[in-house]
């Protein structure tokens, strides 16, 4: 595999991903994230170039510090046909029975594409599936207001927009389905230092819904608590990330589980479209 580190061949490459959309999703993020500073320390490879039949994102060698860590260990995958995936998978880029991994794609056949290479290696693998959602504009949320005044005058009283703060991350990990442990406080606390975020504060500064970005350009680890839900804040947070990123250039997108109909409703509501097939993330540790 060839690791692209021009920023030419990145452009390049950024081109080809998007006629691809949505498949290319969680690789075309990670390939513009990288190519904008690579705040998450990631690197891009491929089996060829120009032509590539295989891109695989993944973070940089020197930066794996806990061999069970899937938290920080994430990897992108899109390919052209099964057999530069098969190639992958035969070697060790991406898949080894020393190191805990979390492999996103959104192509059928990647999950138990990599299921049989991580469980013939000793590894435990679990499949989360979402749903991915673009907005093909900058989100606005559902209360018709100008940009520039939106969260301003529709936030209600008592509540202030602002970044997320480390100090935010131990409530994060709390609410967080995969969260609760020492490696997800960890890699929570590194997309807050690193990453844009939004949060609207209650009135002793303490977070009520927020929204995260991660190192594949998704908006993740949306969450409001139980007493502001169904006061649509999740707009209000979704649309001041959404708007900066679609400024640089980014997709907008999400990721969703299917049954967070609450979560895929609020997307929606403000201006997020479905996208067809499954937004995969396979989880591998060590037995």
């Not at 990599?114 to 290696?121: D, G, I, L, Q, Y």
């Not at 949060?199 to 995260?212: T, Y």
Request: with cysteine; glycine share 10%; hydrophobic share 40%.
């Amino acid at each position: 595999m060839q690791i692209l580190r021009c920023p030419a061949q990145l452009q390049l490459l950024e081109e080809a991903l998007r006629k691809s959309l949505p498949t290319t999703l969680p690789v075309l993020g990670t390939v513009m994230t990288v190519a904008r500073g690579n705040p998450a320390s990631h690197e891009v490879l491929v089996d060829s170039w120009p032509h590539f039949g295989i891109v695989l994102t993944r973070l940089r060698p020197e930066e794996h510090r806990d061999p069970r860590d899937y938290y920080t260990n994430q990897l992108a995958v899109f390919y052209r046909d099964k057999g530069a995936l098969q190639a992958l998978l035969g070697g060790t880029e991406a898949v080894t029975g020393a190191r805990a991994f979390q492999i996103m794609g959104m192509q059928d056949g990647l999950d138990e594409a990599v299921r049989e290479v991580a469980s013939a290696r000793g590894l435990k693998v679990e499949t989360i599936q979402h749903r991915a959602l673009i907005s093909p504009e900058p989100p606005q949320p559902r209360f018709s207001m100008p940009p520039s005044s939106m969260p301003r005058c529709r936030i209600p009283p008592g509540l202030r927009l602002a970044p997320v703060s480390p100090s935010h991350v131990p409530l994060l990990n709390a609410t967080w389905a995969l969260g609760g442990n020492a490696r997800s406080q960890a890699f929570l606390l590194g997309l807050v230092r690193t990453l844009p975020s939004a949060c609207l504060l209650g009135p002793r500064g303490r977070p009520v819904c927020w929204s995260l970005l991660d190192g594949q350009g998704c908006l993740r680890h949306g969450y409001t608590v139980p007493a502001w839900r169904g006061h649509g804040l999740t707009g209000v947070v979704v649309a001041a990330i959404g708007r900066e990123l679609h400024a640089r250039g980014f997709p907008v997108y999400g990721a969703v589980r299917p049954h967070n109909t609450a979560s895929l409703r609020a997307l929606q509501a403000i201006g997020f479209l479905p996208q067809p097939g499954t937004f995969y993330m396979i989880l591998g540790t060590p037995k």
